[in-house]
Every structure is written in structure tokens, then in C-alpha cells.
């Protein structure tokens, strides 16, 4: 049997959970899976792309379970009022093939790119990090703000973006968080000065420099969330050059990433090995650091068992028919035959 869980079933979790502690949540499963690295099937994910977008199929497994996540990102959507990404996911047992849970996974997304973001500044910005800028102030923003605040005590954010409608909308939105300062730039330059973080999520699938060298201080943590597909990319070069980037999986963040413009031998460090203690993320405090964050399968993998877990042991979403079940597992045809009975859906 397959559970399904829609949007509605996740913001029943949301509410029952609360926004911050789930990303905490999260951020526990995916570093729990990371230490596991070897212990997966991996591989870059499948893209198709075309003038307006690109569509992607991501898979992962273990000896026990597979995930894959469709995943769409399409900047002009938003002239249609439409997300520019959308996603649902699917975590199957591995023994049978049998799909276990079939989930939305367009806020999913959000929110575990939001509790990667976290997880890799906290291995890799210093620990006094206190002011963040965050640059793009759409449909990730919030959550990259609250990851922020909740997991690593950030307490002032600039914000800056282009269309100054997204930024009011995440003041709005954010107003209500007790011990955060929300300060309004006319600039990512302006943003960017004096911040101990600096993050960027912006939707444009061009090759855009945001940040230039010039911007960059000593000590500062780039997490570069934007690009994510080859010829979209957020970074001058030469800020990736002279920093210690650390990837997810390199063999897809060399086409996708940050590091798409640098030669193929340019240096890089693991996210799993910096959480398994076998490398440091940050060598010392006046170092410039990078999270390269380009989205890796494993994530939603960690994301798809925590929602499993979660709405199971909640009751949240229901059984639902997706894969018949047959009295002769040999005879599929007997689900049209003029003699089948009519079909009865699950409750």
C-alpha cells in the first residue's frame, strides 16, 4: 500500500511541528544520511532542458529504500503567477520495488534546501555568526531566513532583491520571529557589507555575478543556493578560486555549480567528509568559505524518510490504490475483463 501525502497533510505537519523545529528535524535526517555516504547508490541527476526551463528526474538508494524527486525550475513561471519550482517525490522499497510514499514536494523542497543551507554554514561559518545577507527575496527566502535564525542564533538579516515587492513580502511574512532584525538594503552591495553570511537564492537561469571579489571580507560564509544547472551561476569566478568550496556531489556540482567555470582538478572538500570529522570546513577564522549548494538527491532521500516517519506515527495522509492488488498476481488482465468487479477505492 502507498501513503500519499498532498500539501495539505504537510502543513497539518507544519502546524502540529512548527516551521523551525521541522527544518531542525530535517537537518538531523539528512546529516544522519551523509554519514551513511557509502553506503548509497548515487548519481547526478537526469535534466531536460529547454528555452524556458529545465525538468529533472533525481535518484538515490540504499540497500533498503530508493527516492527520486521530479523536480521542475522555471524562472518565467512567475509571469503566470506560477512557481518557478514544483516538485512530488516517491521513497520505494528496494526488496519488492513497491512505492511506500508518494509526497508533494514543492514546499519539501524549500524546507530542506533551507535545513542543507543551515547544517553546512554550521561546518563552515565561523561561530560567531550573527548578521546574514540574503540576496533574493523569493519563495526559498523565508526559509533560508528561519534555518538561519533558528540553527545558527543569526539575529539581523539584510535583505536585498531586484523587485522590491519580494522583499516587503518577506518582511511581512517574517515580522511576527522574536530576535530577528530584518534590515532592508538598496543593494546586494550594500547587503553584503559587514555580513558574517552571505546567501544567495536567486531564480535567474543566466550566468550572473551577484557577488564580485570586491564585495567579499575576510571570514565570510557564501552559501550559494542559485545555481544550480549548467550556465547559471551566482559567483564571480575568482571568489571561487580563492575560497574553500565544499560540494555535495561533485561529479554533478561540475556541471551544475559554482565550480562549472573552473578547470576539472580545481580544489574542493565533501560535505559528508566535513560532517564525519575527516576534514575541516573551515581552516581558519579570516578564511572565505563556499557551500556550493546545488540540491543532491540524498537530501530529499533524508527528507522522504522523515516524512514517512512522521506521517505514520501522526496518522497524516492516506492509503491510496496506486499499484493494484491482485488475486493472481500473474493475471493483470483480470482488472479490465468484462467480468472484473467494479473498483472499490481505499478509505
Known sequence: MTRYIDIHD????????GVAPFIATLADYIRD???RWPEFDKSARVANHSKDGVIELMPVSDSDLYGFKYVNGHPVNTRR????????????????GAPLLLSEFTLMTALRTAATSALAAKMQARSDSRVMALIGNGAQSEFQAIAFHAMLGIQEIRLFDVDPAATAK????????????????????EAVRGADIVTTV????????????D???????????GGDCPGKTELHADIVTNARVMV?????TRIEGEIQHLPDDSPVIHFWQVLSGVVVGRETADQVTVFDSVGFALEDFSTLRCLYDLARN?????????IPELVNCKDLYQLVAPSAPSAVRAA
Do not use: W
Open 10 to 17: 504537510v502543513q497539518q505537519l507544519l502546524r502540529n511541528t
Open 33 to 35: 544520511d551523509y554519514l
Open 81 to 96: 503567477n506560477l512557481l518557478t519550482v514544483m516538485a512530488f517525490s516517491v521513497l520505494a522499497d528496494v526488496h519488492t
Open 170 to 189: 518577506l518582511v511581512r511574512n517574517l515580522s511576527h520571529v522574536p530576535n530577528l532584525r530584518l534590515v532592508c538594503a538598496s543593494s546586494a552591495r
Open 202 to 213: 536567486t531564480a535567474d537561469k543566466a550566468n550572473a555575478t551577484i557577488l564580485t571579489p
Open 215 to 225: 564585495m567579499i571580507e575576510p571570514g565570510m560564509h557564501l552559501n550559494a543556493v
Open 248 to 252: 555535495e556531489f561533485e561529479p554533478q
Open 314 to 322: 501522526s496518522g497524516v495522509g492516506r492509503v491510496i490504490d496506486l
